[in-house]
């Protein structure tokens, strides 16, 4: 069985990295993956207003799952216009689900003195569809002078329930079962404290999960005083944003940052991308690190039901990382970006 996969390069250097991650995948897995070009980009807007079709989730609703380059180049057009796609497949197909892991990888270099591979190794899980970021509000009184613009923070009982069972599920997978639940209740009291309320709701059925609640701001500090006692955190829309770039530095980078934007019912296609964004500042020149791309897409192989292949593809990027002596310019080398995922492959034991 072939799964077929939407192929989304995007803007900037989603091309190359996305190319890299194909050319992992296709080597790691021969024949078990059909990928299908989607040619949607910033430069569609200068044609049609929209970055990508009126009935985009009608085209990628059949694919098993979507493959996701980078979005957004502000030189061609605003960022909430080739934004809008990303996010309109988010809560459209009900991705609630935003899973970021970070991983210090042997090899890579922490800003942080004193940390080992694999010394901070946690996954973050991000409420992808509601929070901050819904589309409610608008901006009122434009005309006389006193305009106020008014962004609604949304939350639903079933929007939280469902992504923190999500995330103690997964820390009740996980070695050390912790889950650190991210907030601001003591600001937002009725937001944050209903969110409070339903984790201390859902702990109830995961007794072998021991459960931390953390203020944002507290908990921005800690990941860089002690990054190596999280393991899955749970977070609202904005709140799990901030921290997973924050947690992706101190990994070494966004290079290294793999993204998984998850329907847990498969009811819908799922969405597999790197979190650095579109870079068009160096899209073209061949030196744009594909080592999150590559591991996005071990995580939507292993999604898939791929698992061997996905083992098969993180331990070749380990290998790759921990030598070196091939490297993009972000890592402190002179490789480009074929170079890197040439090394990549041939590292891998299929």
Known sequence: MAYDIAFYPGDGIGPEVLAAGRAVIEAAAPGVVEFHHIAWNARLVAETGLAAPEDALDILMPFDAIYLGAVGDPGIAPDHVTLRPLLEMRRGFRQYACVRPAVLYPGVVSPLA??????????????????????????????DGEEVALQVNFFSRTGIDRVVRFAFELAGRSERRRLTSITKSNAQRHSMVFWDEVVAGVSGEFPDVNVERMLVDAAAMNFVRRPQDFDVVVASNLFGDILTDLAAVIVGGMGFAPSANINPERRYPSMFEPVHGSAPDIA????????AAVLAGAMMMEFIGEAGAAAAIRQAVAAHLEDGSVATPDRGGSGTSAEVTEDIVRRLDV
């Open 114 to 143: 004193g940390h080992v591979p694999y010394g901070i190794n946690m996954t973050v899980v991000r409420e992808n569809t509601e929070g901050e970021y819904s589309d409610f509000g608008g901006r009122h009184s434009v005309s």
């Open 284 to 291: 073209g020149r061949g030196i744009a690190n594909p080592v």
